[in-house]
């Protein structure tokens, strides 16, 4: 690893996001990032690799929500929160996080499958195609977002 994430994943300037470089471990592949607020946020227990270099991220859904998107990350599940405004009837809810997840990762809808949880509000979600630490940076960079608003 070259100690840092890949370009393509920073968005906006060196300066406004140096606080996201992150670092995965070289044999657990545990992803490190620091907060904002100067504490540690360890998304490593929701992000997994793959032998075959897919990613699994362990999501935590929250249907019938005001607002989508990444929420936030509850570190005793070790899951990152999304809502989705769909109600958790007949699919709607894992179309709706698949498209939520397709948007704030900014990767294809057929990058995406759910691996586990089909009925339940933990699931886990398999992401072609995207490198750990990529993955890492736009979830942190949109819980960065998503904590602004009030």
């Known amino acids: 690893m070259n100690g840092g994430p890949p370009p393509n994943c920073l968005v906006g300037t060196p300066d406004q996001t140096s ?23 360890d998304l490593g227990g929701c992000l997994r ?14 249907p019938g929500s005001d607002r989508q998107g990444f929420q936030s990350f ?3 599940r070790n899951r990152v929160k999304v809502a989705v405004r769909a109600q958790a009837q007949h699919g709607r809810a894992n179309n709706a996080v698949m498209s939520v997840l397709s948007a704030q990762l900014r990767c294809s809808l057929a990058d995406l499958s759910i691996l586990s949880g089909q009925t339940s509000r933990q699931k886990t979600i398999r992401i ?18 998503n904590n602004g608003k009030s």
């Open 128 to 145: 072609e195609s995207m490198e750990i630490d990529c993955i890492a940076l736009r979830i942190r960079q949109a819980l960065g977002e």
């Open 19 to 41: 606080h996201l470089a992150g670092a995965a471990h070289p044999l657990l592949g545990a992803v490190h990032l620091p907060c904002r607020s100067g504490t540690d946020m």
């Open 74 to 76: 509850n570190e005793w």
């Open 49 to 62: 690799p793959t032998l075959d270099g897919a990613v699994l991220v362990d999501v935590e859904v929250l």
